[in-house]
Each structure stands twice: as C-alpha cells, then as structure tokens.
C-alpha cells in the first residue's frame, strides 16, 4: 500500500514536472538526412559484408592501423610527462615548423614568410583558411572547388560566408580528368578567383592532373592573377613520396604565387582523432607574414582559443627525430603500397571473371578512393544483394580491400557491372 501510494505520488509529480515545461524552442528543426552506409552496414547481419565507404585506412585484415613510429612518439611523449598548459593561439611551434618544412621542401623560399597556425585537422584548416578569405582576400569572395569535390568542401566554405562554384574537373566519359574543361573554367572564371585545388589524391575521384598538367595548371592560373587553396589531406599517403605528392604545391610557391594551403595529418600519420593539422598563408616578405599571422590569431581566437597539444607532440616528435621520421616514411610507403596493391588485384580479378568492361582507371587513379563508374542503382544492387556498401556516386575506398574480400568484391562488381 505504502509503496504503490508513493509510486503514485512520484508519479504525479514527473507528470506536474513536464506540464510546467516550457514549449522547445528546437520544436521546429527539421530532421537532418541519415548516413546512410554507416546505418545500412551496421543493420546487414551477413559475416562476409564489406564497407568500402570509411574515410580512414585499414590494414589487410580490414583493421584500423595505428603507425608503429606513432606509437613509439607518443610514448617518448608520455615518458617525457610534459605539463598540460595550453599552447599559444597558433599551437606547438615544434610541430608547425616542421609542418611547415614537410609541406614546402626543407629549402623552399616559403618558409622565412609564412605564417602558419596548427589546426582542428584539415577540416578545422580548411575552416580557417574560409574565414581569413571571407575576411582579407581583396578579390570577390567566391571559391571555385572541383566538380565533384569532397563533400565537405562546399559546407565548410558556404559556412564561412563564401559563395561557392564549381570547376570542371571529372570526365564520366574517361572516368578520368576534363583538363580541357578544367582550363578552360579556370580562364573563363573573373580575374582573382579563388581556386581550391586537391594537391593530391582528389577525393572523391582518386583523378589527378600530371605534374605536366600542373605546370599548364599553373600557368594558367597566374594569367588570371587567381588565388591558388591547396588542399593537401594526403601527402605521402597517395605515391608514397612525400615530395612528388606535394608537387603541386612546390610548383606554384616557385612559380612565385603567394598560396594558402591546408594540411592534414589524419590519413598520413594514421592521427584521425587527434585533430592534427595546419593552415598556412604564403606571404611577399616578414613583414607582412608578420601582419597576416596577427590577423590568422584574430580568426582562431574567438573559434576555439588555441588547439589541443597532444597530437601536435606526436607529429612535430615524429618529424623532428630523424630516426622516427625515417621510420615514418616507410610506414606511410607501406599504407601507399598496399592500397596500390589492392587496387590492381581488384582490377586482376574483374579481368579473370571475364568482364569486358575496361577497369584500367582503378589502377590509373590514386590514393584512398577509387571512382568505379558504378551507376546509383548499381550501388544500390551493390548494397541490396551483395552486402558491399559505399557511396552511391560509385566511390569506393579502396583502404577497405583486404586480400581475403578482393575476390568477393569483384565479383560483386561483375555480377553487377558485366
Ligand atoms: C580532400 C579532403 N580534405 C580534407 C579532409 C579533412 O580530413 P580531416 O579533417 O580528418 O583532416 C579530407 C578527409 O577525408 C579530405 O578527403
């Protein structure tokens, strides 16, 4: 009696509780678009079920993969028991220096007039980069991205208060690159755009141009007096060299153009979750790098104050131990090196199974991602009967191969594709 007469009490009251609620000012939030591949993936129960729609990169055994030269900096971090003050607005000067030097060459004329500030990843750099041209860039405030691009691009732009448009970049015909197209865009574009270009390893398409094509690339944007965005998420992780990945970027500070340049260490340095990266302006001289570094610390201070240390430790320990840097650029080559070996079995097995079909662009494109040519129905089929998942633009990412699901794969690609 007791018990069930307080029951009733404590019921009374939550009920009295929720009546005396204000009314959500959330009531009217439209309900956002699910992610489709992670709910589809987790709720396929089949034991042999494949996703090729994660960004990160798995080992052979489709396991992610934390670099032995990363383990032993963070534990020559940890042994050090540094104190946990904050870093200055611009982070761990150790690790932006030698960011710094990694992304422009150890002798480029960049790195006296650069002003460079550690960064939430290459989403946060990105974010900056946005933000300092929304509020400096002299020209119009419209980013020029490729068409496609990844998809995060045109948010974090339009977010930032640029409007954004596209270039001309992916021939569906060639499964490969409109140069014609892209230079065409470029010279047809207003005097001082701004051009975000994938300094290597294009998400989503795994396109590049030639450094051939670069150098027209380049020629063509300082024509036009554009500004040149590079974004470098996956230096060394697209050839395995860390100097012919960032040719691009070299290219034009030679070439004599002041470029901003975004730099992660998610997919190269296996960091993911630790959020490091960079964001750098090329500037005319000291003096005014002096300048822009004050305003970057103007942008970044009312966003998050300054960054987090511990990833920043890890990468500038890696970079500055020459033994743990050799170590690294092996480790990156072997990232490298298994998914180009992926990327030509798979095409091995499509030609054994007999497809007529010609796959020589898997193995022609780089990096992470693979563009298939896969229709939007096919990914579908793909997903539905074979319970192999990735994006429906027919993007695959090819760090999710293993040699255990290579065979099924392309066979699912066959059944599908012919
Ligand atoms: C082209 C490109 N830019 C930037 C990023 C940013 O990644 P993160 O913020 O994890 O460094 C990615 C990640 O997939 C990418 O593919």
């Known amino acids: 009696m007791m018990l069930s007469s307080l029951r009733i009490a404590s019921r009374r009251t939550a009920v009295a509780r929720t009546s005396i609620r204000a009314a959500s000012a959330w009531a009217k939030i439209p309900q956002g678009p699910p992610v489709r591949i992670t709910e589809a993936f987790k709720a396929d129960s089949f034991d042999k079920k494949i996703n090729l729609g994660v960004g990160a990169y798995r080992d052979d055994k489709g396991k992610p993969y934390v670099l032995p030269s990363v383990r032993a900096a963070e534990e020559k971090v940890i042994a050090s028991r540094l104190n ?37 990843s290459g989403t946060g750099a990105l974010r900056i980069g946005g933000a300092f041209l929304a509020r400096h860039y002299p020209g119009a405030k419209t980013i020029y991205i490729p068409q496609p691009s990844w998809a995060n691009h045109a948010a974090v732009f339009k977010d930032c208060g640029l409007e954004v448009e596209k270039y001309a970049y992916y021939n569906k015909d060639t499964i490969g690159l409109d140069y014609e197209g892209m230079v065409a865009d470029i010279n047809s574009a207003p005097d001082g755009s701004i051009f975000l270009f994938h300094a290597c390893a294009h998400n989503p398409t795994g396109v590049d141009p030639t450094p051939e094509q670069w150098k027209e690339i ?56 630790e959020r490091i990266g960079a964001f750098s302006v090329v500037c005319a001289d000291a003096e005014e790098r002096k300048r822009v570094d004050s305003q970057v610390k103007i ?52 030609e054994k199974l007999g497809s007529k079909h010609d796959w020589s662009h898997i193995t022609s494109q780089i990096g992470m991602f693979a563009y298939t040519g896969l229709t939007p129905e096919q990914m579908d089929q793909l997903a539905k009967e074979h319970s192999v998942y990735a994006t ?21 690609i066959f059944k599908v594709k012919g």
């Open 84 to 120: 946990k003050e904050y870093a200055g607005i611009t982070g761990v000067p150790e690790f932006t220096k030698a960011a710094a030097v990694l992304a422009y060459g150890a002798d480029s004329s960049a790195l006296d007039r650069l002003a460079i500030t550690q960064s939430i």
């Open 218 to 273: 380049e020629a063509a944007v300082k024509a036009k007096g554009h500004h040149a965005f590079f974004d470098m998420a996956y230096q060394g992780f697209a050839s395995g060299n860390i100097h012919t990945d960032a040719f691009a970027v070299r290219h034009f500070v030679a070439e004599g153009h002041n470029i901003t340049l975004s730099q992660s260490f998610a997919k190269n340095m296996g960091l993911y979750g």
């Open 299 to 350: 942008l970044v201070r009312p966003m998050y104050s300054n960054p987090p240390i511990h990833g920043a430790r890890i990468a500038a320990e890696i970079l500055n131990t020459p033994a743990l840097y050799d170590q690294w650029l092996i480790e990156v080559k072997g990232m490298a090196d298994r998914i180009i070996t992926m990327r030509a079995l798979l095409k091995d097995n499509l």
């Open 392 to 412: 429906r633009d027919g993007r695959i990412s090819v760090a999710g191969i293993t040699s255990e699901n290579v065979s099924r794969l392309a066979e699912a």
